[in-house]
């Protein structure tokens, strides 16, 4: 008899021979008075609008330089669409981190993954007394573009945020959280429910030890210059350990609820609050801990009541949820996620910019991101049954096991099928957001990873776990954006939007036009400057 030999699973496909990505993790130049662009094919003329995109573009000052990707300079640009024409525009954003920066030409303000070495203009007395205090928080705002109360903010994870004009990348105000509530940052990734209300997270470090908060803004202004007033902390929670809690980088939004995820991404406060007299950036308390599983905290949106039951699974770690939605007695949490927690270790500016085989061994020993399924039971009662699987949803794969009184286990199932694994998996989803966000959908969009950055535009099909694709060799798509058309009926009745990078051509870069049915490209704008790959956008449509 012979031995059953396991198949490798596609999902451990070796790639080899990859290009060198170091031009899209660069510094580049801005350029602050919009110039024209190239028009292949047709830009539909409905769209009439700015899209945003936010992501690092300056990686050193002098000699000084930045360590991880998240600690780059913020660089907003702006492709202005008109009657089937683009005109691009990007500006760094003038943060207080970049004029001191900039004005002395040297790293003096820390970020993530990068500790400002102390000023050598002080003395020795003044240098050693500055490793204790207090890391101050950057405003770098380099994650995204936010709204809240009808105005544009660029976001990251801090308590800082800036005010900007989408028509022309204008700053407007410097906005801090903690001003309004007890928080001490928020993520870059808010959820709106239809009349605009804002919903995000952010952690305090208070008298009540840390916690874990889920902020409301209201929709509305009561004065034209407003800007977070009337945010509220709708609920607290407590982190499992209070001196190691979870990093989290967004969260999921149901009609009725807010999910938290709490994975074992874990922060070390200890270590955290010590990193500037240890001599070490911030990012080097972030840990991952496979050994603890991941917690999903629901809250009720309208009572700030945190639901007593908990749903765990197994350790994964996830940046971007998809969607989430209550059908049938059963909430439906989308999510990317993966089996390891390294990305946030990987993601260092020498590693990306690695070539040959240093940089294939990174890529193959890196986690893989994968959009998954949990399906949490909302009706379990004292009387409910335990041990046996609670999810009669026909044809959904997904587990959910009461374990005890107040905790479910839950196994997820897979929202793609094998040929998700050929592309490298995906990240930066994305969905048409104002129609279905929290509600049953059918397609969502991403990045494909065939790289570590995104290689590859997807259309996933939920219907039958289908998928299309846009890919050409060489070129590297940003998160795509989808635009509805003006009367559209159809989910998917619209445009994607993507800007495309090429490393090994100069000033190779253009804005994608796909149509969001069929997958194909539409048109393209050339733009002819050189732009480092970018995190998140927005589409704001003219008024």
């Not at 704008?525 to 003219?542: D, E, I, K, L, T």
Request: aromatic share 12%.
């Amino acid at each position: 008899s012979h031995m059953h030999v396991a198949k490798p699973t596609a999902k451990t496909k070796v790639v080899t021979g990859l290009e060198s990505i170091a031009p899209l993790i660069s510094t580049v130049e801005e350029t602050p008075e919009p110039i024209t662009t190239t028009v292949e094919g047709t830009i539909p003329s409905w769209i009439n609008g700015n899209f945003l995109r936010n992501g690092p573009g300056k990686f050193e000052f002098g000699n000084t330089h930045y360590n991880h990707w998240f600690d780059g300079m913020a660089m907003l640009h702006q492709f202005k669409i008109q009657n089937g024409q683009v005109t691009y525009k990007s500006r760094f954003l003038q943060s207080d981190a970049y004029k001191k920066n900039s004005e002395r030409d040297r790293i003096m303000m820390s970020e993530f993954g990068t500790l400002a070495m102390p000023d050598p203009c002080k003395n020795f007395f003044q240098r050693f007394l500055s490793r204790f205090e207090m890391m101050e928080p950057t405003d770098n705002a380099s994650v995204s573009f936010v709204k809240y109360k009808g105005d544009y903010y660029v976001s990251t994870e801090t308590n800082f945020m800036h005010k900007v004009n989408p028509e022309n990348l204008e700053m407007l105000e410097k906005v801090d959280w903690s001003k309004f509530i007890a928080v001490n940052g928020a993520t870059a990734h808010p959820h709106y429910d239809p009349d605009g209300t804002a919903y995000n997270m952010g952690n305090s470090y208070g008298s009540r030890g840390t916690l874990y908060n889920i902020i409301k803004v209201p929709p509305e202004k009561t004065e034209s210059k407003d800007t977070l007033q009337g945010a509220e902390v709708l609920c607290s929670i407590v982190p499992a350990n209070k001196s190691h809690p979870s990093y989290y980088h967004s969260f999921a939004m149901s009609e009725n609820y807010v999910v938290f995820i709490e994975q074992p991404i874990k922060m070390d406060l200890l270590k955290i609050v010590t990193c500037k007299i240890r001599g070490k950036a911030l990012n080097q308390g972030i840990y991952w801990d496979p050994n603890q599983e991941t917690v999903f905290h629901l809250i009720d949106k309208r009572s700030g009541e945190v639901i007593p039951m908990k749903y765990h699974t197994k350790a994964i770690s996830t940046f971007h949820q998809i969607n989430a939605f209550e059908e049938d007695g059963f909430l439906m949490v989308d999510i990317c996620c993966s089996d390891g927690g390294q990305a946030i270790s990987n993601y260092l500016i020498q590693n990306l910019r690695k070539s040959g085989e240093a940089l294939d061994e990174l890529y193959n020993t890196k986690d893989k991101t994968f959009p998954r399924r949990f399906v949490l039971p909302l009706n379990v009662t004292s009387h409910t049954p335990t041990n046996q699987n609670l999810n009669t949803r026909p044809s959904s794969k997904a587990t959910c096991v009461k374990i005890s009184e107040y905790k479910v286990f839950c196994q997820h199932e897979n929202l793609h099928g094998d040929d998700l694994n050929e592309y490298g998996g995906l990240e930066f989803p994305q969905i048409n957001y104002s129609k279905f966000n929290t509600r049953p959908y059918r397609y969502f969009y991403g990045c494909g990873f065939g790289h570590m950055v995104g290689d590859s535009l997807l259309k996933m099909d939920l219907k039958d776990k289908t998928l299309k694709v846009w890919h050409q060799k060489g070129f590297y798509p940003s998160e795509p954006v989808f635009v509805p058309s003006p009367d559209a009926v159809d989910e998917d009745a619209g445009v994607i939007l993507s800007v495309v990078l090429t490393p090994s051509q100069d000033k190779g870069t253009f804005l994608l036009v796909l149509d969001a049915k069929t997958f194909e490209e539409l048109g393209r704008a050339n733009v002819p400057v050189n732009m480092a790959y970018g995190f998140h956008g927005a589409f704001s449509a003219s008024p």
